[in-house]
């Protein structure tokens, strides 16, 4: 007997709490354990169930009793079907396998009655409370309307969002041949259906196949059919019952039903909410599965995360010395799990609500997009999954033979960019009276030898008032002009081919602080001078000073100061010229919202707030030669309550292309110091997607991408036109001919500088393989 875990109450008997009380009994049979379950042994919610092969495996490890029984039961399938506007796409290679929810169930209940756990049916679980009482452990699998959760709010401190769309659980009573997403464009706006096998068309039918022909005749489905609030509401589905619903629903989607009849198990629509816990236990009470945590269904994940939670918690109990330790030891284990499996369902399930900006894509490029939605499937293992359907992609992209999409060229206004790689502005810190010196001569020539299409500079300023810090870099005054030339002139000799952009800002409120490594943000211990923003609002209360309101002859100075460093960059001869409209500098100072609590015609609503960045947009393209691109960087979300949102991004980006912008580059927040970024690989591309889809307008998309496999993925996609990378330039000056090298490309969009080429493979290094046996003699 583990530490006194003899008595053990169970408060749900879905899959997680199920098959915990069948892990814990059998560990040890002297332990006492009760399931209480509300309803009765045959109620479920849904239908299927898929489940991983990850999952599946430790399943096997920990009871190869319900795995055997799981392994009769599952129908397993390899192909992803997209219908879209009578077009199939189809990818192969992905690997499913699923079984009935109530099979399921019943397999879990007679392993729980073999071993001795006491099924309690149609029973309400005791309160929490009384249960902890007199019980050494309480596990709360009581899902997503968890009352065990709610009775200790003020320990897990749980936070429950609501989504945008509706949608419905039903079933077929034949089994489709493969995974399928089919969308429909109704006269009410797009709706969607997500269907897959649960039960075998016949005994005999082998698990793997995929019988051609129509769908098979006997077995079931899933389908869940989903679609924005105001479309439900628009097809009148919210005045309709459950069997109402059902019959639309089978109409709407008739073609993929063979004109079959859909069948609901007291469906109800309903509207996803994401759980999540600051913490998952108190005192002896854990929560699993949905109570401690939600995953979008889209990613099919619920009863997965489950079923994992029971496994790791029965682990953790065995392998602690008390109690206490087990339950933070399980959290410290599946926290992080569960929140990357929380972030990639949180972006599939935008995806879906966005799905209306998708719909013009080109076909096989819908597809593409869908299937990679959550960021875990990716271009390169797609291609290792289905090699054909990638290809195909690839070409209707545009990628030349063997050509990777970040190789293929991009062309703004007379720039034609050789690949679809930026490196990101970066500040160095390291300028000298806003002069730049050797340091940025190395750092930008390093980069641009590296091979990617685009070096951009750091944030440049244009006056000494508007530098962030004393080692800012300007474009003030003539020294500064020479040195910027001297860069330009070195990067298109020694680098031909690399264009090198320059990025114009002002740093606001934001300015007058310490270098980065003394203290970001913190104002200088000497030395200080005076800030101007749109509002006397401090970055930071108590800390920062308060700057002074521009008036509009203030206003005027500083669209001059613009104007003039962007008659310098032309003479310096930069190519690109990105106006910083982001991350709370002055500009960015203007259109939000917790920034700007103007009065005047340049506060107020979002068409004023944008008023004065538009006017130094102009009085910058009127200075900029016609032939050279200008983009313009907007934080796409501030990350606080209040501030400017997806939405406001979007007519952002829409009033600076209607003004001349050629690109969109979409960063985020650092506008407020209380924001709270949803920080995760690639966190910030889906405002890029979303302006791009919506506008059909170029964009720059920026945020911990780190791989050339992340790249190729949004390009293929269609989220982005170019990726931005930063911390992988410090890393590796080289990352773009690193990347060309890593998958085997030596054409024209990363050719090697002649004095490297003879290093443009990696280098050999000492074998670690032994030599294999030659004979073995009996």
Same mark, same amino acid.
């Given at each position: ?623 900029? =030669? $016609?032939? !050279? %691109?200008?983009?313009? @960087?907007?934080?796409? +979300?501030?990350? /606080? #309550? ?30 407020? =110091? $209380?924001? !709270? %970024?949803?920080?995760? @690989?690639?966190?910030? +591309?889906?405002? /890029? #997607? ?89």
């Amino acid at each position: 007997m583990r530490y006194g875990t003899r008595r053990i109450a169970v408060i749900g008997g879905g899959p997680g709490g199920l098959y915990a009380a069948a892990l814990l009994k059998r560990l040890d049979p002297e332990r006492s354990i009760t399931v209480w379950e509300r309803n009765a042994p045959d109620d479920t919610f849904g239908f299927g169930v898929v489940l991983s092969d990850e999952t599946l495996g430790g399943i096997e490890h920990a009871d190869p009793v319900v795995y055997r029984a799981l392994q009769a039961e599952f129908v397993r399938w390899d192909d992803i079907d997209i219908v879209h506007r009578g077009r199939t796409q189809t990818s192969g290679g992905h690997g499913f396998a699923a079984l009935g929810r109530r099979r399921l169930l019943e397999i879990l209940h007679e392993r729980c009655r073999s071993l001795g756990v006491r099924l309690r049916f149609r029973e309400e679980a005791p309160p929490a409370a009384e249960l902890a009482a007199t019980h050494d452990l309480v596990i709360a699998a009581d899902g997503v309307h968890s009352a065990t959760r709610e009775a200790y709010a003020d320990t897990f401190r749980p936070t429950l969002t609501a989504h945008r769309n509706r949608y419905i659980w039903l079933a077929a009573d034949f089994a489709l041949d493969a995974f399928r997403f089919e969308i429909a464009e109704t006269e009410h706006g797009v709706m969607q259906l997500h269907a897959y096998p649960y039960a075998r068309s016949s005994p005999d039918q082998h698990p793997s196949a995929r019988p051609s022909g129509p769908p098979h005749q006997s077995g079931a489905s899933t389908v869940i059919v989903e679609m924005r609030e105001e479309v439900w509401r628009a097809a009148g589905f919210d005045t309709m019952d459950a069997a109402a619903s059902t019959e639309r629903c089978a109409k709407i989607f008739a073609d993929v039903l063979g004109g079959r009849p859909l069948r609901s198990n007291n469906s109800s629509w309903l509207t996803f909410r994401t759980v999540v816990n600051a913490h998952w236990s108190h005192a002896n009470t854990v929560l699993i599965g949905d109570a401690a945590h939600t995953a979008h269904f889209s990613i099919g994940s619920g009863t997965k995360l489950a079923v994992e939670d029971a496994l790791a918690l029965a682990a953790c109990i065995e392998e602690q010395p008390d109690l206490p330790a087990a339950l933070s030891a399980y959290e410290t284990e599946r926290r992080p799990v569960v929140e990357s499996t929380q972030r990639a369902a949180a972006a599939s399930l935008r995806w879906f609500e966005e799905l209306g900006t998708y719909v013009d894509q080109a076909p096989r490029q819908f597809a593409f997009n869908l299937l990679t939605r959550s960021r875990r499937v990716t271009h390169d293992n797609l291609r290792l999954r289905d090699a054909g359907f990638t290809a195909a992609v690839e070409e209707e992209f545009g990628c030349a033979p063997d050509t990777p999409p970040m190789f293929t060229p991009l062309r703004l206004r007379g720039l034609e960019l050789r690949n679809r790689v930026v490196v990101s502005p970066m500040d160095m810190y390291s300028a000298v009276d806003g002069v730049p010196g050797d340091f940025h001569l190395v750092h930008l020539g390093a980069r641009a030898l590296g091979g990617a299409g685009l070096v951009m500079t750091e944030m440049v300023c244009v006056s000494a008032e508007g530098r962030i810090t004393p080692g800012c870099a300007g474009l003030y005054t003539p020294a500064q002009a020479a040195a910027w030339t001297r860069i330009t002139d070195f990067v298109h000799t020694s680098a031909p081919g690399t264009a090198i952009g320059i990025q114009l800002g002002h740093s606001g409120r934001k300015g007058s602080t310490k270098l980065m490594w003394d203290g970001i943000d913190q104002p200088l211990d000497a030395g200080n001078w005076p800030l101007s923003a749109a509002s006397p609002i401090p970055y930071a209360e108590g800390v920062n000073q308060v700057p002074h309101a521009l008036d509009r002859a203030g206003l005027e100075v500083i669209r001059a100061q613009f104007a003039a460093a962007a008659r310098h960059a032309v003479t310096c001869d930069f190519d690109l010229l990105e106006l910083h409209c982001a991350h709370g500098y002055l500009l960015s100072g203007f259109l939000s919202p917790l920034t700007n609590r103007r009065t005047d015609t340049y506060g107020g609503p979002l068409s004023n707030r944008l008023r004065f960045p538009l006017e130094v947009f102009d009085a910058v393209r009127a200075e900029w =030669p $016609d032939d !050279r %691109p200008m983009t313009v @960087r907007i934080s796409a +979300t501030d990350w /606080a #309550d209040g501030g400017t949102t997806a939405e406001d991004a979007v007519e952002i980006a829409r009033a600076f292309v209607a003004h001349g912008a050629d690109a969109i580059d979409v960063s985020t927040g650092q506008v407020v =110091p $209380d924001e !709270r %970024p949803e920080y995760g @690989r690639s966190y910030q +591309t889906p405002y /890029a #997607d979303r302006i791009r889809n919506t506008l059909v307008v170029p964009v720059i998309a920026v945020g911990a991408i780190s791989s050339w496999d992340d790249v190729n993925s949004l390009l293929l996609a269609g989220r982005a036109d170019l990726c931005a990378l930063a911390r992988p330039h410090l890393y590796d000056p080289h990352w773009t001919l690193h990347a060309a090298a890593d998958q085997g490309y030596a054409g024209p969009g990363a050719p090697w500088p002649l004095p490297y080429r003879a290093g443009s493979r990696t280098p050999p290094t000492g074998r670690t393989d032994a030599p294999k046996p030659r004979l073995t003699l009996g």
